[in-house]
């Protein structure tokens, strides 16, 4: 079984930045993919970011130019730097760790982007 666990969510003014980082602990297998998702009221679920365990980075349109992802293997963390905030990004994220076949989720962190 994995856990995850998200941190780092806030309130950020418009233009601000923050940093969500997550954390996997359990019965981690490696080539898994890791990454986040976030989901807004009355919106399904999207895809934000994703990075492989060999660096392969995959980007929501809407983010792109402005968020960074990163992880650390050895460390089983990933974390999502996001600059340039909009309110439309307000939502809650969720962290994800793909592997064999298995999708886990973090219990979600809220971002608000509000002034």
């Known amino acids: 079984q994995v856990q995850l666990v998200e941190s780092g969510g806030g309130l950020v003014q418009p233009g601000g930045s923050l940093r969500l980082s997550c954390a996997a602990s359990?019965?981690?297998?490696?080539?898994?993919?890791m990454g986040w998702y976030r989901q807004a009221p009355g919106k399904q679920r999207e895809l934000v970011a994703l990075?492989?365990?060999?660096?392969?980075?995959t980007y929501a349109e809407s983010v792109k130019g402005r968020f960074t992802i990163s992880r650390d293997n050895a460390k089983n963390t990933v974390s999502l730097q996001m600059n340039s905030l909009k309110p439309e990004d307000s939502a809650v994220y969720y962290c994800n760790l793909y592997s064999r076949n298995q999708n886990y989720w973090g219990q979600g962190t809220q971002v608000t982007v509000s002034s």
């Open positions: 990075m492989s365990w060999l660096g392969t980075t």
């Open positions: 359990g019965t981690i297998f490696s080539l898994n993919t």
